[in-house]
Nanobody, 123 residues
């Protein structure tokens, strides 16, 4: 069992920056690929970014590529999402997910999930 707790959400103006964190506990963190997803009001949950257990490989949704950066600190059992040049359409609840397989974490299949953190971007 892996427990995930997100933090760092809040209100930010368009063009600004925000850094989300997700702290894991329960299993060896470096054994898990990690992902960030988001869900806007009245929309389905969508993939944002993923990172392998070692942190050597990352992937992004086209909508955030070049603006968001995923990283991890395995010593601190934490994955981060640095959000720069945010837009109103980035407003959503952001969730982190964990899975031993990076391909499955990208689709959120059978993953461990956090409770989410709200991000609001004002125009």
């Amino acid at each position: 069992q892996v427990q995930l707790v997100e933090s760092g959400g809040g209100l930010v103006q368009a063009g600004g920056s925000l850094r989300l964190s997700c702290r894991a506990s329960g299993r060896t963190f470096s054994n898990y690929a990690m992902g960030w997803f988001r869900q806007a009001p009245e929309k389905g949950r969508e993939f944002v970014a993923a990172i392998t257990g070692s942190g050597s490989t990352t992937s992004y949704a086209d909508s955030v590529k070049g603006r968001f950066t995923i990283s991890r600190d395995n010593a601190e059992n934490t994955v981060f999402l640095q959000m720069n040049s945010v837009k109103p359409e980035d407003t959503a609840i952001y969730y982190c997910a964990a899975h031993a397989n990076v391909y499955l974490v990208r689709v959120g299949a059978n993953a461990y999930w956090g409770q989410g953190t709200q991000v609001n971007v004002s125009s």
